[in-house]
């Protein structure tokens, strides 16, 4: 069974960072890729973020490029997202999920089919 759990989300102030974590079992974590989603209430879920285990290869939405970093540990089946400079526009539930996407369309919810639950990430100005 594929199992994703999100973690790291917590209070910071504008300009702070957070380092969210994504932990991944169930499946073999070179077969994939994992990105990181956010969702505000009554918003869409926004692509962030996107790692391919295969390559290493990263894919940033422009609203975060510059300020957030992903990275993956395979040892630890982890993936990461760095996120610095933040800003009361990047509050919301991050969620990561794994998948073999087209890569042209990593930001689209539906190329993704396992998820995981989100951690929240509040920024205060």
């Known amino acids: 069974e594929v199992q994703l759990q999100a973690s790291g989300g917590g209070l910071v102030q504008a300009g702070g960072s957070l380092r969210l974590s994504c932990v991944a079992s169930?499946?073999?974590?070179?077969?994939?890729?994992i990105t990181w989603f956010r969702q505000v209430p009554g918003k869409e879920r926004e692509g962030v973020a996107l790692?391919?285990?295969?390559?290493?290869?990263?894919e940033y939405a422009d609203s975060v490029k510059g300020r957030f970093t992903v990275s993956s540990d395979n040892a630890k089946n982890t993936v990461y997202l760095q996120t610095n400079s933040l800003k009361p526009e990047d509050t919301a539930v991050y969620y990561c999920?794994?998948?073999?996407?087209?890569?042209?369309?990593?930001?689209?919810?539906?190329?993704?089919?396992?998820w995981g639950r989100g951690t929240q990430v509040t920024v205060s100005s």
């Open positions: 999920a794994a998948g073999r996407p087209i890569f042209s369309r990593w930001t689209e919810v539906e190329s993704w089919n396992n």
């Open positions: 169930g499946f073999t974590f070179d077969d994939y890729a």
């Open positions: 790692i391919s285990r295969r390559d290493g290869a990263t």
